[in-house]
């Protein structure tokens, strides 16, 4: 297992991330913003599902959902539907037009990711994914409570028979 500095080092890594994924939403339209950018992506891999899954996919409430949903609705980018096996929930699935967003959105991504990973091996950018997919998986829901009581780094944990 890794020593404590590496998870230190590993932490500080992952907040510069951060950099990353501002570098990416400044490359956005301005009519679609990130919650968007994401709902039009889920449905573009996944195809049509009910709001419930897309929550899901998102890692974020029904109520966070609604309001990108909502926006990128408004917008003509996504149609909503009653479902089938149960008229009180919605199907969410992408139009024509939200088709054409996406492909651009993607065409951006691609351009920025391209350019700032120019001195990248195919290799490289390959392992990259493999680690990223693999730490995605390793924190599965994220919106789940920790397996096990985390510690603070640096500190002693009590247990009740040491007090």
Known sequence: MAEQAQ????????SAVGAVKRDLGRILPHDCPA??????????????????KLAELLAV???????HVAH????????????????RSRIVHLTATGQDRLAELSQRTTELLADRLSDWTDDE???LI????RLRASFGDCRAAPR??????????????ST
């Open 130 to 133: 493999g680690l990223m997919t």
């Open 125 to 127: 950018v390959e392992q």
């Open 72 to 87: 990128v609705a408004e917008r003509g980018w996504i149609e909503r539907s009653p479902d089938p096996a149960d008229k």
């Open 61 to 67: 409430d029904m109520s966070v959902t609604s309001r």
């Open 35 to 52: 919650g968007s950018a994401a709902v039009l992506t889920l449905l573009g891999r996944h195809g049509d599902m009910r709001m419930s």
């Open 7 to 14: 998870f230190e080092e590993l932490a500080r890594q992952l």
């Open 148 to 161: 096990l009581p985390l510690p603070v780094l640096g500190t002693t944990t009590r247990t009740p028979a």
